[in-house]
């Protein structure tokens, strides 16, 4: 008998083409996680609220990273669009050891002097950690300007800016391969940047009257105790249906959602980066009621002084 070969099943990621998103038995009425130009998206906060108009979505949420510039252009323009809540949110990406957490904070006071400090500092870390990779990159034979990667990030300067300039360089074929080649964690010209400890991130998105959730925790390196550590200083929720997650990466992170009572939550992700397989808002989200049982955990935390309560959600 002739053995078949073993086959690689590839890990289900938002990157992975091959892998077919969660498809809910629910409306898709709600997308928690979407980037903008502020940050590394590549559509401004106008064109994603023109985009998501078309779709099913009713409340959404703004998610850059490191950044809030995006948020009043999406909530003047969703305005202008019928049944369209849009919930001021951030994305600050924070490390304890060599475990990566990427913090989800909502309905933030995102004007508050204390986060927009915060945030410079955080966006002027960026810009000298990418620049200094673009300097790694030039000795690697990899020459990109850094003037176009300037021209690329709007907003916050992130890696997929360096990737797209590498791209249009002809260094690489897609945005993937640079991360997997040079800009990844195990890529040749990786530059880590300083990150605030997850507690201290639950933290500054507390200040600012917000709730905090753990973005794709499939990201998250020893998780469960990740979790209960940010759990008992007053996490909210934890996305589930996020990035392609399987079934039972779906089951796992219900089962922590359960243990440490945390909203199930979810986005897109979406960045608008184009590349095959990327899944497009109003696909898959979580359930339509997740927004209300977010702003009870942020009622319960700061009673009636949450830091901004969208229009539409009382
Ligand atoms: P940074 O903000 O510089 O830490 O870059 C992180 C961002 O890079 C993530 O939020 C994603 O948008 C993007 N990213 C991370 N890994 C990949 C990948 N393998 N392929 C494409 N984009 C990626
Ligand atoms: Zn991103
Ligand atoms: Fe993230
Ligand atoms: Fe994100």
């Known amino acids: ?21 969660f498809v809910p038995p629910w409306p898709v009425e709600v997308d928690l996680h979407l980037h903008t130009t502020a940050s590394d998206g590549t559509l401004s906060p106008a064109r994603l609220m023109d985009l998501i108009g078309a779709t099913g979505l009713m409340v959404v949420a703004i998610t850059d990273h490191d950044a809030t510039a995006g948020i009043d252009e999406a909530l003047a323009h969703a305005a202008r669009l019928p049944r369209l809540t849009v919930v001021p949110g951030i994305e600050l990406g924070t490390e304890d050891g060599d475990s990566e957490i990427h913090l989800l904070g909502y309905f933030i006071d995102y004007r508050s002097r204390e986060l927009l400090d915060t945030l410079t500092l955080f966006r002027e870390e960026r810009v000298e950690a990418a620049r200094q990779t673009v300097r790694k990159l030039a000795t690697l034979g990899v020459n990109i300007s850094w003037d176009r990667v300037r021209e690329l990030a709007g ?3 992130g890696r997929p800016h360096i990737a797209r300039a590498m791209l249009e360089a002809g260094y690489v074929r897609s945005v993937s ?46 998780v469960d105790l990740m979790v209960s550590r940010l ?37 897109s992700d979406y960045h608008a980066f184009g590349s095959e397989g990327e899944v497009l808002p109003g696909v898959s989200g979580p359930p339509p009621e997740t927004p209300q049982r977010l702003l009870e955990r942020a009622h319960s935390l700061h009673g009636d002084r949450v830091g901004c309560v969208p229009a539409g959600m009382a």
């Open 1 to 21: 008998m002739t053995q078949r070969p073993e086959q690689k099943v590839a890990p289900s990621s938002r990157y992975a083409a091959g892998q077919a998103p």
């Open 155 to 157: 907003g916050a300067v």
């Open 177 to 222: 391969e640079a991360f997997e080649r040079y800009l990844g964690s195990d890529g040749a010209a990786r530059v880590p940047r300083p990150k605030l400890p997850p507690l201290d991130a639950l933290d500054l998105v507390h200040r600012v009257g917000g709730v905090g959730v753990v973005a794709h925790p499939r990201t998250v390196k020893n």
């Open 231 to 267: 759990a008992a200083g007053g996490l909210a929720g934890i996305e589930v249906y996020a990035e392609k997650y399987g079934q039972e990466e779906r089951q796992r992170y219900q089962a922590l959602a359960r243990t440490y009572g945390l909203v199930e939550c979810g986005g």
